[in-house]
């Protein structure tokens, strides 16, 4: 699939209305546009950001993208200001504002600084477009303009596939920005509007292909083309059935990612596509039939919901005065373990519900129990996080309305733990000699410090395989342990930790290298740092290391 749309993850209520999904979940469709091989991925929605830093689960995702060379194309938004709007605010994305059919900028499409560098103005004042139960719509704004520049992308993909070119979103998008008719050539009242140009199809055609331009035949995707504007228009115009008047509408349109601080929604997302024929792609596991299950291995802590009102009424009518609190339920589970069933037990991070854990086989009775167990010690313990490996497949929604994917757990890899107590696993107990003690503290603060960024920086929802690897190797202490014992002896911190494909593996195996390199912050510029790498083969759905910790120096 050349190009893939993100929009399942915004709600539609029972008035018909959207509500605002979270940046979890554009994260976890990013993911899942990534699995299916999306090379392009159009998302028209955002909201409204104070700066261009956005959660780390959805910067993860982006970043990943990166790496693949798949390239986010993402709406500019139209709130008519100089502002930012996450996910077009962050760095590796293509943003996309609105223009009239003329080349003036919309006033409601956004404009800022950080736009101008990849940031283009295409098409987006009444866009014909098909509407979900049948029939077309007339709409306006960046969100319709986005998938525009999307389909673009796709097909000077396919130009670059015909000329026996590898394709690269990058390359194509380098073009599209390197061809933009800006200001000097076009002015207007106000440049900044403008971002870096306006589309210029031609222009990025004739810099992709070097001045080589194709000969025109029937089968040519660009015969068509004259100047941007009439190809776009003639792109548009042909989803209009034939003799039918485009239509308004004022039904309140989809977002992808939360709105801004009034819950406004944004636009419905429209995409143009470019699916090889041999290959139909069909959405992981949704109502339309199908789907796919996926690996993860995920780091969080554990919660529960109802799952509706009358599933909670009925924990009331058993004694249970308040059934929000955790403390009152387990205590009512150990009474009466058969109604574990009862409730849906989740996954959290930052108190988000991320997965639904539903144990299944013949030993759900017992990760049932090992999950009252760990909730249990969460709040008795203070035990900060859990394990949960497992196979994910279908939804489960909850009493907010929230839709999340259900994790079918392997009790063979689930643990829980403090990060005090397992330290305290690795290290042994803290020695009583002054020196030594001071060496075990600096050891425990590194120690600390990996496990804290992993938990935090590099939070992640542990389906992609580098993320797998990256949170397993979280909770094999002991390997960090040994990478540890050797930086703190060269006085070392930790600077980078990264995860990439490892050249080296079994057969049939999908093995990562989670490398972390050290540095001496007293002689930063004179001692060499270090590298120590851990490969970790995350073929089964529960991972394991492979070989020893390897180590060496880089200058």
Known sequence: ML??????????????????????????????????GAQVINISGGQLAASSEAHP????????????????????????????????????????????????????????????????LAVGENIIGAVPGGGTASRTGTSLATPIVSGVV??????????????????????ILGSAIGCAEQPVSDCRRLLAGRLNIVGALTQLTEGEIMETSDSNPLTAVENNQAQVTASVETLSPAGEEPREVTQSCSTIVEGPPDNRPLRRVFVASAVPETRGIMPSDCACGGGNASLAYVLGQLDYDYGSEARRDSFVQRQLKDPHQPQQLMAHLNEN????????????????????????GPFAAETYRRLQEYMNAQYSEGAERVSVPGVVSGTETLMSGQTVPVIYPELRGMYNWTTKSLLAAVLGKPPTAKEERSAYERKEAGVRNFFERVYDEMRNLGLAPQDRALNYAATNAYQVQQIYQTAIEEQMQLDTIEVEKSPICRPGADCWDVKLTFFNPARRYEQARKVSRMTVDVTDVVPVTVG???????Y
């Open 548 to 554: 020893t910790v390897r180590q060496w120096y880089v």
């Open 337 to 360: 373990p058969y109604e574990a069933t009862a409730v849906i037990w989740t996954l959290t991070q930052d108190a988000t519900p991320i997965y639904a854990i539903r144990p299944a």
């Open 3 to 36: 190009v893939g749309s993100l929009y399942r993850y915004s709600r539609m209520d029972q008035t018909g209305q959207w509500s605002p999904a979270r940046k979890i979940d554009l994260a976890r469709a990013i993911q899942q546009a990534l699995d299916h």
């Open 154 to 175: 796709a097909l000077l993909l396919s130009i670059q596939l015909r000329r026996g070119v590898t394709p690269s979103p990058r390359t194509v998008w380098n073009a």
């Open 57 to 120: 689960v959805l910067t993860a995702a982006v970043r990943q993208c990166v790496t693949n060379d798949v390239l986010i194309v993402a709406a500019a938004g139209n709130n008519g200001c100089e502002c930012l709007h996450i996910p077009a605010a962050l760095s590796p994305v293509a943003v996309v504002g609105a223009m009239d059919s003329q080349g003036e900028p919309l006033e409601s499409s956004n404009w800022g600084q950080q736009y101008v560098e990849r940031g283009i």
